[in-house]
């Protein structure tokens, strides 16, 4: 007798890459680049990291405690919880695209890195349209929030600092994915708990009811 093997829907494969943006495997993520960064003697540019990854994650997190309490003011805006699975996408693949970018001589090699790193944090994007988790304006602030982050070290870091960094740099990626793995492919929900602080803060300060 055959033994029944469980189908992977399409919703499932969409969970799955959905999670990949979800904070409690970012923030692993982005510690572990500006760690690796550090150690390999690329200082500066770990501070660099640290600095356009934290305050693009931080601008996040404040639209989040402001919009998910108030949104509802703003009808018109479809603005209820911008995505932060859209941001921190960007922000940390995007991101990390650019660095290994900037590590590559070849102009091919730092294409192919950039197009597939915004490419996976668009798809990330995408996942949150399609599971209804959030509106198109949502995706969209996320998004910008996001980009500000890669866009600060395209400026920022220099291709000379290839010539310091080890390549352990390359085992990074395997940070979210060893916790995907570990957490039996669900993760920390670290939003909902971003929601409940929002909530309690609009009722402590007693605005928008």
């Excluded at 007798?1 to 692993?28: C, E, H, W």
């Excluded at 102009?107 to 996976?120: D, K, N, T």
């Excluded at 492919?185 to 928008?208: D, K, Q, S, Y």
């Amino acid at each position: 007798m055959t033994p029944k093997v469980d189908r992977v829907s399409a919703q499932d494969l969409l969970y799955i890459l959905t999670n990949f943006g979800d904070q409690g495997l970012i923030l692993p993520f982005v510690l572990s680049v500006g760690a690796m960064l550090w150690f390999s003697h690329a200082r500066h540019e770990a501070l660099l990291w640290i600095l356009a990854t934290g305050t693009a994650l931080g601008t996040m997190l404040l639209l989040k405690l402001v919009f998910l309490p108030c949104g509802h003011l703003l009808p018109q805006w479809h603005l209820r919880s911008p995505s932060g699975h859209a941001a921190s996408a960007f922000i940390a693949y995007g991101g990390f695209a650019v660095l290994e970018a900037q590590l590559r001589s070849a102009r091919w090699q730092r294409l192919a890195i950039l197009g597939a790193g915004f490419l996976f944090a668009c798809l990330i994007a995408a996942s949150r349209l399609a599971l209804d988790v959030h509106s198109l304006p949502e995706v969209l602030l996320g998004s910008l929030v996001g980009l500000s982050a890669p866009a600060f070290l395209l400026w920022k870091i220099r291709p000379q600092f290839r010539h310091t960094l080890a390549r352990p740099l390359l085992l990074a990626p395997l940070v979210p994915l060893g916790l995907l793995i570990a957490l039996g492919g669900e993760t920390l929900h670290v939003e909902g708990h971003i929601a409940a602080i929002a909530v309690r803060l609009a009722t402590a300060l007693g605005i928008c009811a």
